[in-house]
Nanobody, 115 residues
Framework: QVQMKESGGGLVQAGGSLRLSCAASGRTFSSIGWFRQAPGKEREFVARISRNIGITYYADSVKGRFTISRDMAKNTVYLQMNSLKPEDTAVYYC??????????WGQGTQVTVSS
């Protein structure tokens, strides 16, 4: 059974940092990524990473502030978020599959950035 489990969300002040984790179990994937959804908005892409080579891609809104990385031994992907802004407030989801189609999703973790 495939499971994706996010952790690491929370409340932080603007300018602060958080690190999200996404642990995948049941199989490996060629691509794992992070998306987010703010209240009243559509889910949007944040970052993704290829499993084998580790190539990374970022949304323009997070470039230079967020870093995605992976630990292949643990089948876990991380999202280091620095210089957080109130507009980063959202539920963050990790997804996995073969880009651009992600078939598996976690339950989400809330990130709230206060001003």
């Amino acid at each position: 059974q495939v499971q994706m489990k996010e952790s690491g969300g929370g409340l932080v002040q603007a300018g602060g940092s958080l690190r999200l984790s996404c642990a995948a179990s049941g199989r490996t994937f060629s691509s794992i990524g992070w998306f987010r959804q703010a209240p009243g908005k559509e889910r949007e892409f944040v970052a993704r990473i290829s499993r084998n080579i580790g190539i990374t891609y970022y949304a323009d809104s997070v470039k230079g502030r967020f870093t995605i990385s992976r630990d292949m031994a643990k089948n876990t992907v991380y999202l280091q978020m620095n210089s957080l802004k109130p507009e980063d407030t959202a539920v963050y989801y990790c997804g996995a599959g073969t880009w651009p189609t992600y078939d598996y999703w976690g339950q989400g973790t809330q990130v709230t950035v206060s001003s």
